[in-house]
C-alpha cells in the first residue's frame, strides 16, 4: 500500500519523505488555505516547492467547476511538472474532464467520492485515482471503511487500473483497516503515519534492554 501525505505543509511533507516511507502528496484548496498561501503566482510556486522534496504523484486541485475551467486550471497545473495529478471534483462536468485528461495521458484524482457509483462513473472515464473520503463518512454516522470494502470489489470484479487513494484518513486505525481490504493508497495528515510508530511494550522494551546494557559495563 502506497502512503501519500494530506497536507501543504512543506515542514511535514519534508519529515515524511526524510521517514523514507513516502510515496506521495496530496492538497486540497483547504489544505493550501490552512498554510496561507494566497494568489495564483503563490499556489503556483508550492505546488512546484512539493514537488522539489517528493519525487513521487503530488495532487493539485482545480478550482473551476465547468468542464472547460476544469481543462483550463488542469493543464496549467499538469504542465507544472511530470509529477502533477490534476485532482478534480466528482462532478458531472468532472467526469468528462476526467475522460479529456485521460486520453491526453494526464494523470488525475477523482475528489469527493462518497459513494461506490461515484468511484464507478470515475474509473470508467479513467482516473488514475478515486479519492474516497473516510472520515468524513464516519463523522455523518456512515462507516467510510465499508467504502473502500465495496470500491474493492467493484473495481476487481472488471480489472479497473484506476487506484483506489483512500482520503480522509485520520488515525493509525483508518491505515490499517485500509490495508487489510487492499486500498491502493491511503492519504493522512503526518500524525497519523508517525502514530504507527507507537506501542508502549517498545517502549518498556527499550528501556530495559539500554538499563540492562548499561549493568554490562
Ligand atoms: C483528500 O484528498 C482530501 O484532501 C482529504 O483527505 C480530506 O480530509 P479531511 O476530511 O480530513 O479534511
Redesign the pocket.
Given at each position: 500500500m502506497k502512503f501519500f501525505i494530506?497536507t501543504a505543509n512543506l515542514d511535514e511533507i519534508k519529515e515524511a519523505y526524510d521517514l523514507g516511507i513516502l510515496d506521495g502528496v496530496?492538497?486540497?484548496p483547504?489544505?493550501m488555505a490552512k498554510e496561507n498561501i494566497k494568489g495564483q503566482e503563490n499556489i503556483i510556486n508550492h505546488y512546484k516547492a512539493i514537488c522539489e522534496i517528493v519525487d513521487g504523484p503530488i495532487?493539485a486541485e482545480v478550482i473551476a467547476t465547468d468542464y472547460e475551467g476544469m481543462i483550463r486550471e488542469g493543464e496549467i497545473l499538469a504542465a507544472l511538472h511530470p509529477n502533477i495529478v490534476v485532482?478534480i471534483p466528482l462532478l458531472k462536468d468532472g467526469i468528462k474532464a476526467i475522460r479529456y485528461f485521460s486520453e491526453k495521458g494526464i494523470k488525475t484524482?477523482c475528489?469527493l467520492i462518497f459513494s461506490a457509483g461515484q468511484a464507478l462513473l470515475a474509473a470508467k472515464a479513467g482516473a488514475t485515482y478515486v479519492?474516497p473520503?473516510v472520515?468524513?463518512l464516519d463523522d455523518i454516522s456512515m462507516d467510510g471503511i465499508d467504502l473502500i470494502e465495496q470500491i474493492r470489489v467493484i473495481f476487481d470484479n472488471y480489472d479497473l487500473g484506476t487506484e483506489i487513494?483512500a482520503?480522509?484518513?485520520?488515525h493509525p486505525v483508518h491505515i490499517l483497516q485500509c490495508a487489510e481490504i487492499g486500498s491502493d493508497v491511503v492519504?493522512?495528515p503526518l500524525n497519523a503515519i508517525l502514530a504507527l510508530l507507537k506501542h508502549p511494550l517498545t517502549d518498556i522494551g527499550l528501556a530495559k534492554f539500554l538499563a540492562d546494557y548499561q549493568k554490562s559495563l
Open positions: 494530506d496530496t492538497t486540497n483547504s489544505l495532487s485532482k484524482n475528489t479519492s473520503f472520515g468524513r487513494l482520503a480522509s484518513v485520520r492519504t493522512c
